[in-house]
């Protein structure tokens, strides 16, 4: 039941996320903001993680796993209801940066609990699921979002209703703590040592949050730089997402059954692969489609598999630095990803796919080293 209930909160933070992000750039945009304007506006929720990652772990560590996720479903569910409240564009920046404040609070306590009374043989596959939870939620959210055809506030409340839902479920949860870290040892002194544990692992959040913010943000200007149709981008868009949602499951027990890091490099290799493919698929949609989908297949899963090996690599007293340090360098991903991606498009539009390639083949590299260094250990 635990598990049960703490992948249902992170569904239903998929969906509120997915449903906020198409829904204020829309109404955004119909009050007048410029498109750069909204793409600032909407790194506030990114903003928010990285501000209050410092301050988690030493709380988590005192009160435990069910306060932290109760205030982070809290402010959550707060902010939902006072979006269509008060229509302002600094408010809303505010309540956008609160987002990512209770999201992080309630992901990071979610997602150490999950690595922490999850047996390595099982852990992978309880991960997977507690990634393809989030994305079918994030994947419905546009749908909720469409809602406000009937009334403004709909998408809002109905977000905020089931949010309420999954966070009076927390009560039901028993009351447990991590394990103790030594009180002598400083934030950075854990995070230092998180990272000499387990850097390859690491590096895949980063990766992975490059890899979704550059296909969802900069792939539609590269179509459009290829004279596609708004039309076509919106049909092969959704195909990377989908890819990564049918196999998060399987790549999660294959990293279970034959090695997380023998996983992980067959990964990275045929995603790899799908996004050169690409370049040759350029003219086509229904080859863009295939090569996203099959890419999203092996590349969808980058995050839960990284959070799986991660908690492999490190010893329990570290796994809360490490999924507080997860959750950074994702949020610091998704911020560089779109300016780094989008800047290879304006050199040239093929060079889009190419730097994707390149931010793969670096935790691919990592995880080699890494295999070498223990070899010669």
Avoid at 168 to 176: D, R, S
Avoid at 252 to 271: C, K, P, Q, S, V
Wanted: charged share 10%; hydrophobic share 55%.
């Amino acid at each position: 039941m635990r598990f049960a209930i703490l992948t249902g909160i992170v569904a239903i933070s998929g969906l509120s996320q997915g449903m906020l992000l198409p829904l204020l750039a829309m109404l955004l945009e119909e009050s007048g903001v410029s498109s750069t304007v909204n793409g600032a506006h909407a790194a506030a929720l990114y903003i928010g993680v990285l501000a209050i990652s410092p301050f988690l772990e030493r709380p988590l560590g005192k009160y435990g796993y069910k306060p932290m996720i109760l205030l982070g479903g809290f402010i959550v569910i707060g902010s939902l209801i006072l979006f269509p409240l008060f229509p302002s564009f600094f408010f809303w920046l505010i309540l956008r940066l609160l987002i990512g404040v209770g999201d992080h609070m309630l992901h990071f306590a979610t997602q150490t609990w999950i690595t922490d009374f999850s047996p390595p043989a099982e852990r992978g596959r309880r991960l997977s699921l507690y990634g393809l939870a989030f994305g079918l939620g994030f994947t419905a959210g546009p749908l909720l979002a469409s809602l406000t055809s009937l009334n403004r506030g709909l998408p809002f409340f109905l977000a905020a209703l089931l949010s309420f839902v999954g966070w009076v479920a927390v009560f039901w949860l028993p009351t447990e703590k991590p394990k103790p870290f030594e009180r002598s040892s400083s934030a950075a002194g854990r995070w230092i040592g998180a990272w000499r544990y387990a850097w390859p692992a690491l590096l895949l959040p980063l990766t992975y949050g490059f890899l979704e913010a550059a296909i969802h943000s900069v792939f539609p200007l590269y179509a459009l730089h290829k004279r596609m149709s708004t039309e076509q981008i919106a049909l092969i868009l959704p195909f990377f997402s989908f890819g990564g949602i049918l196999f998060q499951l399987p790549l999660g027990a294959l990293g279970d059954r034959f090695g997380r890091r023998i996983a992980i490099i067959g990964a990275l290799l045929a995603g790899i692969s799908c996004f050169l493919a690409a370049l040759a698929a350029s003219s086509s949609t229904v080859g863009l489609a295939a090569c996203l989908f099959a890419a999203g297949m092996f590349t969808g899963s980058l995050f839960s598999l990284g959070i799986a090996y991660m908690a492999d690599l490190l010893p329990k007293a570290l796994l809360p630095a490490g999924n507080l340090l997860s959750g950074m360098l994702y949020s610091l991903g998704s911020m560089i990803g779109p300016p780094l991606a989008g800047s290879a498009v304006d050199a040239a539009a093929d060079a889009f796919f190419l730097a994707v390639s390149a931010v793969l083949l670096i935790p691919t590299v990592g995880l080699a080293r890494r295999q070498e260094q223990e070899k010669a250990a």
